[in-house]
């Protein structure tokens, strides 16, 4: 067990639809990683957040958002759902310090019909 | 541009048969290379750290070396239970905490 809780494991949606994905990081960790994860395709990285800061962009569409609250529990907001986001979603987690590995979560798993 | 490469892309093996798996990397400085073992539907879970060339790291039939431009993750005696994607991720510096994962190898061992 990572320490990082991501709700809800699966989710099936319609296209078009607003859909919102929580993570839980490990306790004492202050850096949220988001990734995305499509069928046989690697690891895409989307936002960044360390303590409650965004601190860097990847390849997030502009119908995506995130955010990280006080208790440094993050949400990834998906809008506009297309059957192209359907994905698996991951949540990581890290110290933010350098060199600190990330931790991830078990995942949301999006289907768009 | 920071670039991580694996191969190859798949490899099967029977059971006992020791083999390596290769992670190439380009990165203007590595601040550190990150190995992970993915099962399928699970997400990424750590396995090792390496910050230097030279460097080695084990945990049971799993060994990771490092050097200037490449990682080995080596598995000695496979057994079934080893099957899974293992993932690589570098660190660079100048890039804030980025980590730039690898595509994979999807490892099967055949009993």
């Known amino acids: 067990d990572s320490g990082v809780t991501q709700t809800p494991k699966h989710l099936i949606t319609a296209t078009g639809q607003r859909v919102t994905l929580r993570c839980s990081p490990r306790?004492?960790?202050?850096?949220v990683y988001w990734y995305q994860q499509s069928l046989d395709q690697g690891l895409q990285f989307l936002i960044q957040?360390?303590?409650?800061?965004?601190?860097a962009k990847g390849n997030i569409l502009e119908r995506f958002s995130a955010q990280q609250f006080p208790d440094l529990h993050s949400e990834l907001n998906l809008s506009s759902l297309e059957l192209g986001d359907s994905a698996l979603y991951f949540c990581a987690s890290s110290t933010g310090s350098h060199n600190s590995p990330l931790h991830f979560g078990n995942g949301t798993r999006l289907t768009v019909t | 541009e920071d670039q991580v490469t694996q191969s190859p892309e798949a490899l099967r093996l029977q059971e006992g048969e020791s083999s390596s798996l290769n992670c190439s990397y380009t990165?203007?400085?590595?601040?550190?290379l990150f190995w992970y073992r993915q099962d399928p539907g699970k997400g990424p879970e750590f396995l090792f750290t390496?910050?230097?060339a030279g460097e080695e790291k084990e945990k049971e039939r799993l060994k990771a070396t490092l050097t200037k431009k490449e990682s080995f993750l080596h598995i000695t005696a496979p057994k079934p239970e080893d099957s899974a994607t293992y993932l690589c991720a570098v660190q660079a510096r100048g890039t804030g905490n980025q980590f730039y994962f690898g595509t994979g190898t999807s490892l099967t061992v055949i009993p």
């Open positions: 306790s004492g960790d202050l850096s």
């Open positions: 957040y360390y303590n409650g800061e965004e601190r």
């Open positions: 390496l910050y230097s």
């Open positions: 990165v203007s400085g590595l601040r550190g």
